[in-house]
């Protein structure tokens, strides 16, 4: 495949991601997250202890895994600085072990959090419904941030999540909620993040060097004004037939998908979710295609530049999906793709609309049962420029 330039990244990078306005994040408002509290204990603090009041950690925890916990915060609105400091397991790597429970609204931020089963978690019978990672480093352990009981949103704020299997995880059918994720860096997971009846939201994250960015089994997910590169795959979507969970929606906004080996694992080579909306992003040099089977699409404003194959989009299968694909494909640049640049498989309906496709080594436009919403340009396409729609050369 041919090989992107380093100035088609750079500059796709500054415009994306320079200058987002704070304006974009979600309409919750956080506290400060540095605020100054008055802190009464933290120089005393041994591995088990429970945490009761503002705490600020004065030196490195060594802690076992054999333990049930590291640290355990009770008590509402407790804040837990760990003031630069390293909590760390020691012995033999347990599953269970956690570093951090949480077991009501609470805070925790500045400091490291490494080798543990769950390095942050709300266990099972835990009030929490709200929780404040800030500043946080969550290496090297089972799931960096554990949801285990019912509702609750985490908001999670200039972390970093590095060599965990799950950068983000709730327990198997017992959790709901939210994971609010803002500037922050998963790298070397093998899922960075794991939506089972959550909502994720990404706004101003990178992720790179991950297994895969984020598996969608249940839930929604929504990446703005973000980069994921150089990742082994972007994301899972499966399609469990007639099984209770279904990605109802996978959306790009502002946001640059380049270098990742796969748009999807060889396992489960398409994405499915019932939605996928895809808005002013940049899909460059990427090592597959994307395609997506759904039963809805909202694509406007995007650039495949240099991937080994453009769009794909078809009909999803399923008792979930009513009939074939229906949607808008507007605005789009489909340039120098391997294959096709936008191809559509019957019976899907979605219209097309001012797209432009270049140098497009297979067709530039195959669309044969879309709606032709006209305004389409392609041209040096090595198959043939349009198929089923009216392009124009210029």
């Not at 500059?11 to 304006?23: E, K, Q």
């Not at 669309?367 to 040096?380: E, K, L, Q, W, Y």
Request: glycine share 10%; proline share 4%.
């Amino acid at each position: 495949m041919k090989q992107t330039r380093g100035f088609v990244v750079a500059m796709a990078v500054t415009s994306l991601l320079t200058g987002a306005p704070d304006a974009q994040a979600r309409d919750t408002v956080p506290f400060d997250a540095d605020a100054e509290v008055t802190f009464k204990g933290g120089s005393h603090v041994r591995c088990g202890d429970t945490i009761t009041e503002h705490t600020r950690l004065t030196r490195d925890l060594y802690c076992p895994s054999s333990a049930p916990f590291a640290l355990q915060v009770v008590g509402e609105g407790i804040v837990l600085d760990l003031g630069g400091h390293t909590v760390r397991r020691t012995g033999p790597a347990n599953s269970a072990s956690q570093g951090i429970a949480l077991w009501s609204n609470s805070m925790v931020r500045n400091g490291t959090v490494q080798g543990f089963g769950r390095a942050i978690s709300t266990p099972e019978d835990s009030n929490t419904t709200y929780v404040r990672l800030h500043k946080l480093a969550l290496l090297d352990n089972g799931v960096g941030v554990y949801h285990w009981g019912s509702f609750a949103t985490f908001l999670i704020t200039e972390c970093r999540l590095s060599g965990n299997v799950r950068g983000l995880s709730g327990e198997f059918d017992a959790s709901n909620g939210n994971f609010d994720v803002r500037s922050s860096v998963f790298t070397h997971n093998e899922i960075a993040m794991f939506a089972d009846y959550h909502g994720i939201d990404v706004l101003d994250s990178t992720f790179t060097a991950n297994g895969s960015a984020v598996y969608c089994w249940h839930g929604t997910v929504r990446f703005r004004s973000s980069t994921l590169a150089w990742n082994d795959a972007v994301s899972t979507i499966p399609n469990d037939g007639a099984d209770a969970r279904v990605c109802s929606e996978m959306r790009f906004e502002n946001t640059l998908i380049a270098n990742n080996t796969a748009f999807a694992p060889a396992t489960t080579p398409v994405w499915e979710p019932i939605k996928l909306s895809m808005l002013d992003s940049l899909a460059v040099h990427n090592g597959t295609e994307l395609q997506v089977a759904a039963q809805t699409v909202y694509i406007d404003g995007n650039t495949f530049h240099d991937n080994a194959g453009g769009l794909t989009l078809s009909t999803r299968e399923g008792p979930t999906t009513p009939g074939p694909l229906t949607g808008i494909v507007r605005g789009n640049q489909f340039l120098s793709n391997d294959g096709d640049g936008l191809r559509v498989e019957p019976p899907s309906t979605p219209t097309v609309i001012n797209n432009l496709a270049l140098n497009n080594t297979g067709f530039g436009i195959y669309a044969p049962t879309a709606f032709d919403g006209g305004g389409n340009v392609a041209r040096n396409n090595t198959a043939g420029d349009c198929v089923g729609i009216v392009c124009a050369m210029y």
